[in-house]
């Protein structure tokens, strides 16, 4: 009974084919999107990982500086003649052959001897490793990108696998020369075992403190935001993906009611053929879940190298740019195909499984939702819009802020059908002409059957407006930001301390004026921050984007009495105007806020005089040059010092090439915007396919009273399109709104800025024409089928009584 | 000699190929002792000593060490022996600023009971400040471990403080010589092989030690004898030698005895005989004979633990036997080192140690 049972289910989708073809590719989509999303994230932590772990950092104890990134390598030296066992790693960023790379100075001989240097240094001279110009440890990936840079200071590039990638392994001698930093130390690794009795270390090195290993280290946490992005968009797609399942799902229980009553009245227990169809959804999700991890590591193969370049860019972490298969994602991929799938036939098992017996097998468009269940929805878009709306001004943190769009968009989709409802019967008031009234009612007896997938459409759309909206948002105060900041007309970069200092002299009797620019690590509002010396000149009075500053902010920054800091790092600390901020060689009240579009980090700028007394010894190498010939200042330049091009930079090209960061920081997002409107686009189909077979008792007796085939068509088409264009002008507020969340609750948490909400009128068309085309491709094939009805179908539906 | 060496280039070895390649004698001899020395300073004939100054580093040599090994006793009569030892190992001749000194240090130190050995290693860049040696006032050290010049000597080294901790060990020595620092071989031209290899090599065989040593059931005050080694080279050993015996003795009549082996093809011997009166003969040749009595199995090879030492025409005939034959130095690059109880025609005490056995 069972097998026979089994069978007479699955015949269904044989004679069905196109129907079981949208259930599997809903599914594979939506898991598709989800799993490649993961896939990318779990590429990206495992590399974090692995650079916290280089020498067992991620396991070990260690001295930091109170208040400063660095502090003098004599203290490590105390430590361990008080018997301490510590080891010194120097850290720092340089760039070079176009990226950006972490320096990791060390002392393979007190390195802890589970960090399991000794083995790298092993592959080659110890003399070569620690004596100028050294020898750097790579990954091959790495070396192999380095093979033509010049490395400051000039050391060897070896390959070294287990180096991860991004990191250069250097002597500490060697990385201190590479960075700058002669003499300094970034912290001290306390290895695993103390002895006991040794003198307190605070007396030996005071200004340290002593902290807890770093599980994940800071490109983690600094990147933490931007992974949640995408999970939530990983997320947004799997829950259009579901809307595409449901839908099938339903279809196919209610089409197949006769079946199920004809299995029941032979003797079938209800809930065996509950579990029957269970099993049944069980083995397409498996397949299609299957198939989707597949097609989710294929897509996030294809984003990985974008967005590795985007966290390189923003965060100077390094992913390697493949995706290798990890049993996380692929078992989550599969779980989460299986548990979506259940939840989408969960209502349908349920009803089947108390069906009565002899129940009316009356084909009935599945859903259809009544005045009472329009009325529910309603009240639960009402509730959840209330909770967006208390989480926008209550909510804290990147969680809330995704909460809320969670709230807002299901709110919104629940409100869809609710709103088409109350726009169709105004429109049935209005109408006049039997056709017109005729269009009207069959639209309104046909939104309930398409309104899931319509609602899969508006939170595409809605998400597409609202994220193109936030990075057009976001380009214009970018591009605006970037005119002010880059007020100098060239900029010029030393390669070494006496080069620039050569260079400042030969600069100063060309160019009108010479700004050095000069920064230093340093840990601001206890994260790794940095901190600039500014000249005093009128380029920076003029054009600085101070968001807020006391009346004389730039005396008070030239006199050392005051600093600005950037508007990440003031929001994150929730610093106002006087406040003192905690530097290294002391706290300075702020004096101006400026914004800050480069990256997350927190900044503070400083009078050069000031800067150069809290980090002395640090050389002028960077400077910006005011000139009203920069071709000309530049070419002397490079004839003179003989610079590569990358060290003489025009302002064209520095905006050119941070544009370029832009553009390719949002690649990822426009990818997976538009298959997430692909993947609605399918919904709609789906749903259109499916009802379309059942229109036919509908359709017949207007085809009867004298209608062609062809006029029928069209008139679907054109319901269709009316629909699609109802439901983008109604995602078109709800977009926006999700752009205002994106932008002044998101953004803020995520990167620290805050930015205006513009509006692009032209986008919004192009969108609404491509909701339109979208929708017209999803009706194309139903249309298609009614406008080649036999006309035998049509009289045969007088003859039956279904 | 004491090539303690071996250690010495162990370091290298130890940070950069691991314990394995240290000990992978063939053809390099111990610990790499018997590789190349270009560039490096050799030793020279006619060197003549000049301290307080060579009490401290000699950077344009490839190989040097500062070891101290004491015989000791407790008050209930038991036997206990002490090591401390710095070695200096040059990648490359000279010296450099900060971090890119050649110089590298390692140092062993150790403690022997009747019943358990303990011993602990320390690695250390030059340049830093973080291990070093200075000549006057003599100070040596690494990390939290030091040999300490103290004032009130005619010579730097006549008044030493020794201070070091491992696992499951400490101690804190004082040192005083009770006679003047002595050269060996050839006004400390000390030849090591039939191919002519030498080292610069000179001994402070006068201590007498107190101090205190911390093992596991907690302070034992001890007094004993103790010997300081000094000797630097380039290139101590032939690539065919591939470990040496060397026993530093202490006879109650106040003389004392360094003899030593180098195993090559033929064994290489030398020694020198030291008088009461601090007067030292250099042995040769046939002058010294060695011959292990008995073995033990120590961690997993049979290693020699009781010696016969004799010099015929000084009347010397003696037994050298371990007081704990498991004196292993179980290190980076390890080793057989521990104090010995002397008795026949010269009854004492004393150290061995012993390289280049392999399981």
């Known amino acids: 009974m069972m097998r026979a049972g089994m069978a007479a289910i699955l015949s269904h989708w044989r004679r069905h084919p196109v129907q079981l073809a949208m259930l599997l590719a809903g599914l594979m989509l939506a898991t598709a999107l989800w799993t490649g999303v993961q896939a990318i994230n779990a590429e990206a932590r495992a590399s974090y990982a692995r650079a916290a772990a280089v020498l067992g950092q991620d396991r070990l104890e260690r001295f930091v500086a109170e208040g400063a990134a660095r502090f003098d390598q004599a203290a490590h030296v105390a430590l361990r003649r008080a018997g301490w066992p510590v080891s010194p790693v120097l850290e720092g960023r340089i760039r070079a ?108 090195a005071p200004g340290l403190v002593r902290e807890a290993p770093e599980g994940a280290g800071d490109l983690a946490r600094l990147t933490d ?76 193969a294809a984003l990985l190298p974008d967005v590795a370049a985007t966290l390189s860019g923003l965060y100077g972490a390094a992913v390697p740019g493949s995706v290798a298969l990890r049993a996380e994602w692929v078992a989550a991929g599969l779980a989460i195909a299986v548990a979506g799938t259940l939840a989408a036939g969960a209502q349908a098992l349920w009803r089947i ?45 990147v969680v809330a802020g995704f909460a809320l769009i969670g709230c807002l968009l299901l709110a919104a989709a629940l409100a869809l059908p609710v709103a088409l409802h109350l726009a169709l019967r105004a429109a049935a008031a209005r109408v006049r002409g039997v056709l017109a009234e005729w269009f009207v009612a069959d639209t309104r007896q046909q939104v309930p059957g398409l309104s899931l997938s319509l609602m899969a459409l508006m939170l595409a759309l809605a998400a597409n407006v609202g994220v193109a909206t936030m990075v057009a948002s976001f380009r214009a105060t970018f591009t605006g930001w970037l005119d002010q900041r880059l007020a100098a007309e060239l900029y010029v970069t030393a390669r070494s301390p006496d080069e620039g200092a050569r260079l400042a002299s030969f600069l100063a009797a060309r160019a009108e004026a010479v700004l050095p620019i000069v920064s230093a690590e340093a840990v601001l509002d206890d994260a790794p921050g940095q901190v600039f010396g500014m000249a005093d000149h009128a380029t920076f009075r003029d054009a600085w984007p101070l968001i807020a500053a006391a009346p004389d902010v730039w005396d008070r920054v030239a006199a050392g009495t005051g600093v600005l800091v950037n508007e990440q790092l003031w929001r994150r600390a929730g610093l106002r105007l006087g406040d003192p901020l905690p530097l290294p060689g002391g706290a300075l009240p702020v004096a101006g806020v400026y914004s800050d579009y480069g990256n997350p980090a927190g900044q503070a700028i400083l009078g050069l005089a000031d800067f150069d007394r809290r980090f002395p010894g640090l050389p002028h190498q960077a400077f910006a040059v ?129 930015l205006p909400l513009h509006l692009f009128p032209g986008d919004w068309a192009v969108l609404f024409a491509a909701a339109l085309a979208a929708a017209a491709l999803a009706a194309a094939l139903p249309v298609r089928r009614i406008a080649r009805l036999a006309p035998a179908d049509l009289l045969r539906v007088f003859a039956h009584e279904r | 000699m004491n090539a303690r060496a071996a250690a010495a280039v162990l370091l290298a070895a130890m940070a950069l190929a691991g314990p394995a390649a240290a000990q992978g004698a063939g053809g390099g001899g111990f610990a790499g002792l018997g590789s190349a020395a270009e560039g490096f300073a050799l ?293 057989w080192e521990g104090p010995v109880r002397v008795t026949g025609t010269h009854p004492g005490r004393g150290y061995l140690e012993m390289t280049g056995y392999s399981p």
């Open chain 1, 97 to 204: 052959g176009g990226l950006r790379l972490t320096v990791l100075g060390v002392d393979p001989l007190t390195a802890p001897p589970q960090s399991g240097l000794a083995g790298l240094a092993a592959q080659g001279g110890f003399l070569r490793f620690i004596t100028p110009p050294g020898e750097v440890l790579a990954h091959p990936v790495t070396a192999a990108r380095l093979t033509e840079a010049a490395l400051p200071g000039g050391p060897a590039i070896r390959a070294a696998e287990g180096v991860p990638e991004g990191t250069l392994i250097a002597d500490i001698g060697i990385a201190q020369a590479m960075l700058d930093a002669p003499g300094q130390v970034s912290r001290l690794l306390i290895a695993a075992e103390v002895p006991a009795g040794l003198p307190d270390w605070r007396e030996i």
């Open chain 1, 225 to 300: 935001s931007f992974h949640l992005n995408l999970t939530a968009f990983g997320l947004l797609a799997f829950a259009v993906g579901l809307f595409i399942v449901h839908a099938a799902v339903g279809l196919a229980f209610e089409e197949r009611r006769g079946t199920f009553r004809t299995l029941r009245a032979l003797g079938l227990p209800g809930g065996r053929l509950a579990a029957l169809l269970a099993g049944e959804l069980l083995l397409f999700a498996v397949v299609a879940g299957g198939a989707g991890v597949v097609l989710g590591w294929l897509i996030a």
């Open chain 1, 353 to 397: 499984a108390r069906l009565p017996v002899l129940a009316p097998a009356r084909p009935r468009a599945w859903a259809m939702a009544a005045a009472g269940g329009l009325r529910a929805q309603a009240a639960a878009a009402g509730a959840l819009a209330v909770a967006a709306g208390a989480l926008a001004v209550r909510g804290d943190g």
């Open chain 1, 626 to 754: 005011r000139t009203a010939d920069p071709a000309g200042v530049a070419e002397a330049v490079t004839a003179a010092f003989d610079l590569p091009p990358d060290r003489v930079l025009d302002q064209a090209a520095v905006k050119r090439f941070s544009l370029a960061v832009f553009e390719r920081t949002f690649a990822v997002t426009g990818a997976l915007n538009l298959l997430t409107l692909g993947v609605a686009a399918v919904a709609l189909l789906a749903s259109m396919v499916t009802l379309g077979a059942m229109r036919l008792p509908q359709l017949a007796p207007v085809w009867a009273a004298g209608l062609t085939r062809g006029r029928l068509a069209a008139l679907e088409m054109a319901r269709t399109l009316m629909l699609a264009a109802l439901t983008a002008v109604l995602a078109l507020p709800v977009g926006l709104a999700l752009a205002w969340v994106l932008l002044a609750v998101v953004n803020v948490q995520a990167f620290g800025w805050r």
């Open chain 2, 43 to 335: 030793p020279d004939p006619a060197w003549r000593p000049d301290f307080p100054a060579d009490h401290g580093p000699h950077p344009g040599f490839r190989i040097e060490w500062w070891y101290l090994t004491a015989a000791l006793e407790g008050p209930d009569g038991r036997a206990y022996g002490a090591q401390w030892t710095l070695f200096r190992t040059a990648l490359a001749p000279g010296e450099g600023a900060g971090w890119s000194s050649p110089q590298v240090w390692l140092a062993h130190a150790a403690v022997t009971t009747e019943t358990a050995h303990f011993a602990a290693e320390r690695l250390a860049r030059g340049g830093i400040g973080q291990a070093g040696v200075t000549a006057d006032p003599f100070a040596a050290w690494i990390d939290d471990w030091a040999m300490q010049g103290l004032p009130g000597g005619a010579d730097a080294l006549d008044r030493i403080a020794l201070r070091a901790r491992g696992e499951g060990f400490a101690f804190e020595l004082a040192a005083e010589a009770t006679g003047p620092v002595v050269l060996h071989g050839s006004g400390g031209y000390s030849v090591k092989g039939p191919g002519g290899q030498a080292s610069h090599y000179y001994s402070q065989p006068f201590y007498r030690v107190t101090g205190t040593l911390t093992l596991p059931e907690g302070p034992v005050a001890v007094t004993g004898t103790g010997w300081l080694d000094r000797e630097w080279s380039s290139q101590p050993l032939d690539a065919d030698q591939a470990g040496w015996d060397w026993l530093a003795l202490h006879f109650d009549d106040g003389s004392r005895l360094m003899a030593a082996q180098v195993r090559g093809a033929a064994p290489y011997r030398f020694g020198t005989l030291i008088g009461a009166d601090s007067a030292a003969r250099p042995l040769d040749g046939d002058a010294v004979r060695l011959t292990p009595l008995a073995g033990a199995r120590v961690a997993g090879r049979d290693v020699p633990v009781r010696w016969r030492v004799a010099v015929p025409d000084a009347g010397i005939d003696v037994t050298a036997e371990a007081v704990n034959p498991q004196a292993w130095m179980d290190l980076g690059v390890s080793y």
